[in-house]
């Protein structure tokens, strides 16, 4: 196979044939003025083939590569330099921690820029950015792209300027979130391989997957029942609006919830404000905003009892108890959420059997079984990544695991910890300074790991790009075992088969594209201009 390189290291890429073949396709629909979204499963080596393209455009202009961590542009930089036959300076990282005059100096000698989006957002702001010398512009992880992320600014840029765009991603999420992508973006095309292709099998490894369903007990049925009673009177006080059903009986933990999950709860936050906004004249109506917060916090509360951990529940108290405002005697407090809350006398049950837990060092199922199979795996020389939702969790799974003597460490974001620390502590997983790492969002995509034998998602992925972002994680170098941590008559059931349900909507909707492209090929093949024509011979 004969190949052609403008700026490539000759032999520091595998070149496989199906990247070569997607990196001219971009190319051809580049020609057009069409930008292209980039669709591969995780470890198939979405990145080499967007630095297969940008060998090319290097030739007629810079090229911006954005990662949405410090982290992973980093990352992305090193593995840039090391595939590159270009001067160090030519390759850089761009970042906040860069004086105004280095920065000015990078980004005046460098040919390919790796930055977080925020990084150049500001930059462009002072001035010292000018987007026009750039064309092409790689958003990697492109799914990240919400109307309030930095992403869909520097793409707007990007239109303005008329730079081709290509976003990289493992999972687009579903059809809505395609659309969003298509239109923050202006992708015109998509290039994507699924796992069934035969051609792609020889280059990922399967990923076991088991789901672990925990039944609760008697004591823990009795807590949630609790709560249930509680979230019952909200319910109906709101039920008095109109916006919601008033349900009639008792509602038991092993019924089928008929109760506002969280997320119709944000949904039904706009149409309350309607309603009070029509009833104004009414001076009671705002007390349905009170008995809302309630109501969420509650539904919040049954959450955190249900599947992450009777002590974070707990903590989740503390803090409603914060929020109490005394006005006169002793227990009597300003009419909020919080005070509503107090009053009512099944959470006070809920609240002393919590307290019961604590005492008696009772712990949440799934904290239990953690701890048994994380020790099996020690024992066992596997390397664990642990995910959970919250940095309340792992902080919690972190002290757990510890006094039963596994050598455990967190990374989280930077609200919690310094971008110099998270690279610590992966540089020491990585190289085998301890077998368990617990996680936050922070490393869902892109961070590669060399070696991880399990994943474990305590927490069930929010949604469908998290799972797949969070798989990625494992089995790059060889079978990779992942659990789901699946509390019986909770969130996390809803919750598991929502992420399935989102991924498989993915599939099919990216699968309708294709066959619509295939369709518009039939009526004209795109021409490509000289300056990015490959010499692939297949």
């Known amino acids: 196979?004969?190949?052609?390189?403008?700026?490539?290291?000759?032999?520091?890429?595998?070149?496989?044939?199906?990247?070569?073949?997607?990196?001219?396709?971009?190319?051809?629909?580049?020609?057009?003025?069409?930008?292209?979204?980039l669709v591969y499963p995780t470890g198939l080596g979405k990145t080499w083939t967007a630095f297969m393209v940008m060998d090319h455009y290097l030739s007629s202009g810079k090229v911006l590569f954005l990662a949405h961590t410090n982290a992973l542009a980093m990352q992305h930089c090193h593995d840039c330099q090391a595939t590159f036959n270009l001067p160090s300076e030519k390759i850089a990282l761009f970042n906040g921690r860069l004086g105004q005059k280095k920065r000015a100096l990078t980004m005046q000698q460098s040919l390919i820029v790796f930055a977080t989006p925020q990084t150049v957002v500001n930059a462009m702001r002072q001035g010292q950015v000018d987007l026009a010398e750039f064309s092409l512009v790689v958003f990697d992880e492109m799914h990240m792209a919400d109307k309030k992320y930095?992403?869909?600014?520097?793409?707007?840029?990007?239109?303005?300027?008329?730079?081709?765009?290509?976003?990289?991603?493992?999972?687009?999420?579903?059809?809505?979130?395609?659309?969003?992508?298509?239109?923050?973006?202006?992708?015109?095309?998509?290039?994507?391989?699924?796992?069934?292709?035969e051609e792609i099998k020889p280059y990922f490894f399967d990923k076991k997957q088991k789901r672990i369903i925990f039944e609760a007990n008697a004591d823990h049925l009795d807590g949630q029942n609790m709560l249930l009673d509680a979230i019952y009177t909200m319910h109906n006080a709101l039920a008095h609006t109109g916006l919601v059903p008033k349900i009639v009986g008792k509602v038991f933990s092993t019924d089928p919830s008929p109760f506002l999950r969280l997320t119709q709860l944000r949904d039904l936050r706009p149409r309350l404000n309607e309603y009070v906004k029509r009833n104004q004249a009414d001076r009671f109506a705002w007390n349905f905003h009170v008995y809302y917060a309630a109501y969420f916090h509650l539904a919040h509360l049954l959450y955190l009892y249900t599947t992450e951990s009777y002590e974070l529940a707990l903590q989740y108290i503390n803090f409603l108890a914060g929020k109490l405002i005394p006005v006169g005697g002793y227990g009597v407090y300003r009419f909020n959420a919080a005070s509503i809350i107090w009053k009512n006398e099944m959470f006070h049950r809920f609240r002393r059997l919590l307290l019961y837990f604590g005492q008696e060092r009772i712990l949440h199922p799934k904290t239990v079984a953690l701890k048994s199979l994380v020790l099996n795996f020690e024992i066992e020389r596997k390397r664990v990544l642990i995910f959970c939702n919250s940095k309340q969790s792992i902080d919690i799974l972190l002290r757990e695991l510890t006094s039963w003597g596994i050598k455990a460490r967190l990374i989280a974001g930077t609200k919690f910890m310094k971008v110099r620390e998270q690279e610590e502590q992966l540089a020491q997983f990585k190289n085998d300074e301890f077998p368990v790492l617990l996680a936050t969002s922070v490393i869902?995509?892109?961070?590669?790991?060399?070696?991880?034998?399990?994943?474990?998602?305590?927490?069930?992925?929010?949604?469908?790009?998290?799972?797949?972002?969070?798989?990625?994680?494992?089995?790059?170098?060889?079978?990779?075992?992942?659990?789901?941590?699946?509390m019986e008559n909770s969130g996390d059931e809803n919750m598991y088969y929502a992420m399935k349900a989102e991924n498989k909507s993915m599939v099919a909707q990216l699968r309708r594209r294709l066959l619509a492209q295939a369709d518009r090929l039939q009526g004209r093949r795109p021409t490509t201009t000289p300056n990015h024509q490959l010499s692939f011979q297949f």
């Not at 004969?2 to 020609?31: F, M, P, T, V």
């Not at 990625?472 to 060889?478: H, S």
Request: net charge negative; hydrophobic share 35%.
């Open 1 to 37: 196979m004969g190949k052609h390189w403008n700026y490539i290291r000759n032999g520091s890429l595998q070149e496989r044939s199906y990247q070569l073949r997607d990196c001219q396709e971009i190319l051809d629909r580049g020609a057009l003025g069409e930008n292209v979204g």
């Open 444 to 486: 869902e995509a892109g961070i590669h790991v060399p070696k991880i034998d399990v994943l474990i998602n305590y927490s069930i992925p929010l949604t469908g790009i998290a799972h797949i972002q969070r798989g990625g994680r494992v089995g790059r170098t060889e079978v990779g075992l992942i659990y789901h941590f699946v």
């Open 150 to 197: 930095d992403y869909v600014v520097l793409a707007r840029e990007c239109r303005k300027y008329n730079i081709r765009v290509l976003g990289l991603t493992a999972s687009t999420g579903d059809a809505d979130k395609i659309e969003q992508i298509e239109l923050n973006y202006d992708l015109r095309w998509w290039v994507c391989h699924f796992t069934d292709e």
